[in-house]
C-alpha cells in the first residue's frame, strides 16, 4: 500500500517539475486536475467497496466477528493520540513546509537555473527531480522499515530511529549547503517513509473490530490536516527566518515526536513480559 503511494508522490514530483518548465505552472495544474478526476471515476466504478453490496455486508461480517472474539483491553487512547500525531505531524513537516518551499530554497541557493551536463536546468525541473528522486527511496525504506519492525517488535523503537535520521536531514538542508542538502534529503524521506508506514501499523496494532475503519480515517485525516496546515505555516516563517527557519522548526518538530516514540518505546519494553501483543 505505502509503495503504491510513494510511486505516485515522486511520479508527480518530477512530472509536474518538467511540466512547468515546459507549458507553465497552470497548464501543468489542468493536466493534474484532469488525472485527478480520472482517479475518482475508477475508484467510483472498479473498487469493490463502491461497487459490491456482497464484498460490503461479507466485510461487514468478518469485523463483527473479529470484534466479538477480540479480548476486552485497557484503554489505549493516549498512544493512539501518539500515532495520529505521527502522521499529522510528518504531514506538516514533508508534505507541507518541505515540499512547498523546496523551490524557494533552491532558488535562494542556486538561481533560477543551473549548468548540469552542459544543459541549462530550470529551478522547478530540479525541484520536482529532487523531491521525486528522494521520494522514490520511499519505494525501498517503507517495506524494509515495516519489515523490522516485525522482525524487532517494537514499531515505536524503529519510529524513534526514522525520526533521528530526519531531524539530522532537516538540520543539513538549514545550513543551506548544496553538498549537504544532497545528503538531507534522503535521509528525511527515510524519516518521512517510516512515519508514513508505521502510523498505519500501529493504528491497525491498536485498533480491532469496526474500529479499525474509523480510526484509519481519522488518522488520514489528521495527516490532510497536516498536509493543509504546512505550506501556510511555512510561508508564514520564510519572510522571518527564510527557509533556514523553516526547516529548523521541522527539525524541531521530529524532535517532540521523537520524544513520545522513546517513551512509548520503553513503556512498551517494560511491558512486554506480561504484553507480548507488538508495540
Avoid at 545528503?183 to 491497525?204: D, E, K, R
Avoid at 521530529?254 to 506480561?274: E, K
Wanted: aromatic share 8%.
Amino acid at each position: 500500500y505505502q509503495i503504491s503511494f510513494f510511486s505516485g508522490a515522486a511520479a508527480g514530483s518530477i512530472s509536474a517539475g518538467v511540466l512547468t518548465d515546459l507549458i507553465g505552472y497552470h497548464s501543468a495544474m489542468g493536466i493534474a486536475a484532469g488525472l485527478t478526476g480520472l482517479g475518482a471515476v475508477i475508484a467510483l466504478l472498479f473498487l469493490p467497496e463502491t461497487n459490491h453490496r456482497e464484498h460490503r455486508e461479507a466485510t461487514s461480517r468478518a469485523i463483527s466477528a473479529a470484534a466479538a472474539a477480540a479480548k476486552p483491553r485497557e484503554s489505549n487512547l493516549p498512544e493512539l493520540l501518539s500515532a495520529t500525531s505521527l502522521l499529522g505531524i510528518n504531514r506538516i513537516v514533508v508534505a507541507g513546509m518541505l515540499l512547498s518551499t523546496f523551490g524557494v530554497y533552491l532558488l535562494d541557493m542556486l538561481g533560477e537555473s543551473v549548468i548540469l551536463w552542459d544543459r541549462r536546468i530550470g529551478v522547478a525541473t530540479l525541484t520536482g527531480l529532487g523531491l521525486g528522486l528522494s521520494t522514490f527511496s520511499g519505494i525501498v525504506f517503507t517495506p524494509l522499515i515495516g519489515s523490522i519492525s516485525d522482525r524487532v517488535r517494537s514499531r515505536w523503537l524503529v519510529v524513534a530511529g526514522g525520526l533521528a535520521a530526519g531531524i539530522i536531514g532537516l538540520s543539513l538542508l538549514a545550513l543551506t549547503m548544496p553538498t549537504l542538502a544532497l545528503v538531507g534529503l534522503p535521509l528525511i524521506f527515510l524519516a518521512s517513509s517510516s512515519n508514513q508506514g508505521l502510523s498505519t501499523a500501529l493504528m491497525g496494532d491498536l485498533s480491532i473490530g469496526k474500529r479499525q475503519g474509523r480510526r484509519l480515517g481519522m488518522l488520514f485525516t489528521v495527516g490532510d490536516l497536516g498536509s493543509a496546515i504546512g505550506p501556510p505555516l511555512a510561508y508564514a516563517i520564510l519572510p522571518v527566518w527564510g527557509s533556514s527557519g523553516v526547516y529548523w522548526i521541522g527539525a524541531l518538530l521530529f524532535a517532540a515526536m521523537f520524544l513520545a516514540a522513546a517513551r512509548w518505546s520503553a513503556v512498551r519494553y517494560r511491558a512486554r513480559p506480561q504484553d507480548r501483543s507488538l508495540s
